[in-house]
């Protein structure tokens, strides 16, 4: 009987995302577990950052009525009607933007078991654009932990 030989790897991989502007939320849930099942690793953590400071990640049962339920809680937390310092400085109008994206934050991380993002049934992985226009995003991808694949990289 042979030994099981678990190797600790680290995989960097990202995934490009065009938003269509405030307040759009889109799901890349299938887009990470093929890049979790690309990674080799069989067990440990996915960390998942979006950088720019306009966005944001998080996990949320996407379906329509939720969503809309997010769209507007996200509203009221940081109303576009306001007066935000960071316009008056820059004169850019998406000081809400900032301050919304602080709240929720950059990234998540999820367990990894046997080679998958684990997820409540009706649990996705989402990306806030928070910004006022349309943007191409990258989400960096970093998925560490164990493999018994031989070749994997680490």
């Known amino acids: 009987m042979s030994a099981k ?14 938003t269509r502007g405030e307040l759009d939320i889109v799901d890349f849930s299938s887009e990470l577990a093929a890049t979790v099942r690309s990674s080799g690793v069989s067990d440990g953590v996915v960390n998942v950052f979006v950088a720019g400071s306009t966005a944001a990640i998080t996990t949320i049962e996407y379906e329509s009525g939720a969503v809309s339920d997010l769209k507007a809680a996200i509203s009221r937390i940081a109303p576009a009607d306001l007066h935000y310092d960071h316009d008056a400085k820059w004169g ?22 046997e080679g998958e993002p684990i997820m409540g049934t009706w649990q996705q992985v989402v990306l806030i654009e928070l910004d006022l226009g349309s943007r191409d995003r990258r989400i960096y991808v970093t998925v560490y932990g164990t493999t018994n694949k031989e070749g994997a990289s680490s």
Do not use: K
């Open 5 to 18: 030989h678990n190797r600790f790897i680290t995989y960097p991989a990202s995934i490009e995302l065009r």
């Open 92 to 113: 850019d109008g998406n000081g809400r933007s900032h301050v919304r994206a602080a709240m929720i934050g950059p990234s998540v991380s999820l367990p990894v078991r």
